[in-house]
T-cell receptor, first 110, second 110 residues
Framework: DADVTQTPRNRITKTGKRIMLECSQTKGHDRMYWYRQDPGLGLRLIYYSFDVKDINKGEISDGYSVSRQAQAKFSLSLESAIPNQTALYFC?????????FGPGTRLTVT | GQSLEQPSEVTAVEGAIVQINCTYQTSGFYGLSWYQQHDGGAPTFLSYNALDGLEETGRFSSFLSRSDSYGYLLLQELQMKDSASYFCALGTGAGYALNFGKGTSLLVTP
């Protein structure tokens, strides 16, 4: 079984809809992250969390919110999706210098 | 802020050696990491340099010089499966979140 899982893997939604992307991990790591990847732009940090009580904004948090429901679960929400949020979204965990990424969620906002 | 620069594309022949450079500007960081990403896949960890010098892991080696704000990834005995994108990333004080470069697309030809 994968150490970091993401659901859904693919999602098409309409402008203005609320959508939640979920991430679960079995690695027992405290640190969890959400990144967004756009073609030619690499990965950019949206939010990160040290533990259940610690949530921090990243480089591009506007338009997104997160919830750390448990050590193993970290969800990303788009309250009102817009087309420029169309991207590939990755969840990751880490204990130190190495990060472990989930398989990604490909989100399309029409 | 931080910025990282790496070549957008590199082509090399199967069996050869290729070096992917990464230069950066930052006021502080924990280390320089390298990740590999195949099309549509998740980034996977290759190497990490917390200190200056060379780190070797099988066919892959990575180098860091903090005084020169420079690092590189060296891939030896190239194989066709090494065709992928390679990202350098700085580990930041923000919960060890990664600040990624835009990636280098490596094409290995027969």
């Amino acid at each position: 079984d994968a150490d970091v899982t993401q659901t859904p893997r693919n999602r098409i939604t309409k402008t203005g809809k609320r959508i939640m992307l979920e991430c679960s991990q079995t690695k027992g790591h405290d640190r969890m992250y959400w990144y967004r990847q756009d073609p030619g732009l690499g990965l950019r940090l949206i939010y990160y969390s040290f533990d259940v009580k610690d949530i921090n904004k990243g480089e591009i948090s506007d338009g997104y919110s997160v919830s750390r429901q448990a050590q193993a679960k970290f969800s990303l929400s788009l309250e009102s999706a817009i087309p420029n949020q169309t991207a590939l979204y990755f969840c990751a965990t880490s204990r130190g210098g190495e990060q472990y990424f989930g398989p990604g969620t490909r989100l399309t906002v029409t | 802020g931080q910025s990282l620069e790496q070549p957008s594309e590199v082509t090399a022949v199967e069996g050869a050696i290729v070096q992917i450079n990464c230069t950066y500007q930052t006021s502080g960081f924990y280390g320089l990491s390298w990740y590999q990403q195949h099309d549509g896949g998740a980034p996977t960890f290759l190497s990490y340099n917390a200190l200056d010098g060379l780190e070797e892991t099988g066919r892959f080696s990575s180098f860091l010089s903090r005084s020169d704000s420079y690092g590189y990834l060296l891939l030896q005995e190239l194989q066709m499966k090494d065709s992928a994108s390679y990202f350098c990333a700085l580990g930041t004080g923000a919960g060890y979140a990664l600040n990624f470069g835009k990636g280098t697309s490596l094409l290995v030809t027969p």
